[in-house]
């Protein structure tokens, strides 16, 4: 109709609108999504559209379910050494975590090589208690433990170069040296919750103390009977 009525006043009609053939913009991929994309070895720019990721909302997601598994088992101390092992794997991110965040700084001339050398020690782990196996809430402790580099972490990789980039010069990117360290949290996290299972068939058998009383209360029984029967018995 439009066409017709600039025909009707002697214009020429109007020319298609030519693609500019600018890209179309990427859907920014929540935390959750980039989690399952790690975990299919699927490449990730954690920092990629702003997506400011999160150190400790990782830890949380990660870690969460089966420190709930844990808390719910009737002794959930016996996973110490799971914990343990899924502790090493935090550490040796934040190890990764703060390397970054020293490079970072060490790119700007006022820094010196100390506080370069000071940046890469690792902090210090918190110390696990019985009570958050527990309780479970040894993972916010975590979480919150790396709290303070995650602002850090977050803008870092929001200006790092992305997974291949040419400038990088085929060196890994900053993504991909922590997913490299996330997947083995992943791994610590997975031995975890595959041991939850067996611990706790293990767990639901009667103890070796329940196990005697049983058999006490069993004879206690048996020998009540026996007396009852003679006393019935006809002399």
Known sequence: MIAKRRAQRGLPPPAPLAPSGAPAPK??????????????????????????????????????????????????????????????????????????????????????????????????????????????????????????????????LGRALPPGHDGLKGSPSASERLERALRRLDSAVLDLERHIPKVAARQALPSMESHNRQQRERADAARAERVLAKLGSPK
């Open 27 to 156: 859907a920014k991929a929540s935390q959750a999504e980039l989690t399952i994309r790690r975990r299919k070895r699927m490449t990730n720019d954690l920092g990629a559209g702003g997506n400011n990721w999160s150190l400790p909302t990782e830890i949380e997601s990660v870690c969460g379910p089966g420190a709930r598994l844990v808390s719910q088992l009737p002794e959930p101390r016996v996973m110490r050494r799971d914990i343990e092992a899924v502790v090493d794997a935090i550490h040796e991110m934040m190890h990764v975590t703060v390397a970054l965040l020293a490079e970072s700084k060490a790119s700007d001339p006022s820094t010196t090589r100390r506080l370069v050398a000071d940046l890469t020690v690792r902090p210090r782990l918190p110390e696990i208690t019985d009570e958050q196996i527990v309780s479970g809430s040894w993972v916010h402790a975590l979480a919150a433990w790396v709290e303070p580099y995650s602002g850090d972490l977050a803008a870092l």
